[in-house]
């Protein structure tokens, strides 16, 4: 079966950068887009990005540009997402998603907490 | 594209009919719209694709309407599991998504 599996919880400091693993099992890398959406408590979710599995071309919404790198390691089946330059107000819950016109599998989500 | 949903919150007892509405800004392209709902501490759960096609596993007291800007989800019979947060999702030739802000279907 499909499965995303994410990195656990992070905290960090103003100014810092995080980075995130999305792993991939259960169907082919290569052959899907995996998109990165984040929530912060009690919003909507935001779209952040995404990648293409097989030729890692990416798209950033224009929220991020300038902080947000999508990358993929196809011999891992894992995504990254890195985003520095954090602030209090990144402070949310982090998701990767299969799909291209919608997200038909989730992963469990990755907490970033920023704070001083 | 903004996505507008209402109501904000639906009040309603198990059994009842919920009728959740999300309105496009511009024509969604292609009907690329989506459902999800979400519990607390959980992903959001892919409902209907398309604007109507229920994704794998969905029970078909869940339908999706609609067309270019105005989209509706209806369930047909509420029951306890389906009191949560829904969404809807569209993709557009932006090749990015966006968001409605949500609709909470609460117990009465």
């Known amino acids: 079966q499909v499965q995303l599996v994410q990195t656990g919880p992070e905290v960090k400091t103003p100014g810092a950068s995080v980075k995130i693993s999305c792993q991939a099992s259960?169907?082919?890398?290569?052959?899907?887009?995996l998109h990165w959406v984040r929530q912060a408590p009690g919003q909507r979710p935001e779209y952040m990005g995404w990648?293409?599995?097989?030729?890692?071309?990416?798209k950033y919404s224009q929220i991020f540009q300038g902080r947000l790198t999508i990358t993929r390691d196809t011999s891992a089946n894992t995504a990254y997402m890195d985003l520095s330059s954090l602030t209090s107000e990144d402070t949310a819950v982090y998701y990767c998603?299969?799909?291209?016109?919608?997200?038909?599998?989730w992963g469990q989500g990755t907490l970033v907490t920023v704070s001083s | 594209i903004v996505l507008t949903q209402s109501p904000g919150t639906l009040s309603l007892s198990p059994g009842e009919r919920a009728t959740l509405s999300c309105t496009a800004s511009?024509?969604?392209?292609?009907?690329?719209l989506a459902w999800y709902h979400q519990k607390p501490g959980q992903a959001p759960r892919l409902l209907i694709y398309?604007?109507?096609t229920r994704a794998t596993g969905i029970p078909d007291r869940f339908n999706g309407s609609g067309s270019g800007t105005d989209f509706t989800l209806t369930i047909s019979r509420l029951e306890p599991e389906d009191f949560a947060v829904y969404y809807c999702q569209q993709y557009d030739y932006s090749l990015m998504w966006t968001f409605g802000q949500g609709t909470k279907v609460e117990i009465k």
């Open positions: 259960g169907y082919t890398f290569k052959n899907f887009v």
């Open positions: 998603a299969r799909g291209l016109t919608r997200a038909d599998f």
């Open positions: 511009q024509t969604v392209n292609n009907n690329y």
């Open positions: 398309g604007a109507s």
């Open positions: 990648i293409n599995g097989g030729n890692g071309n990416t």
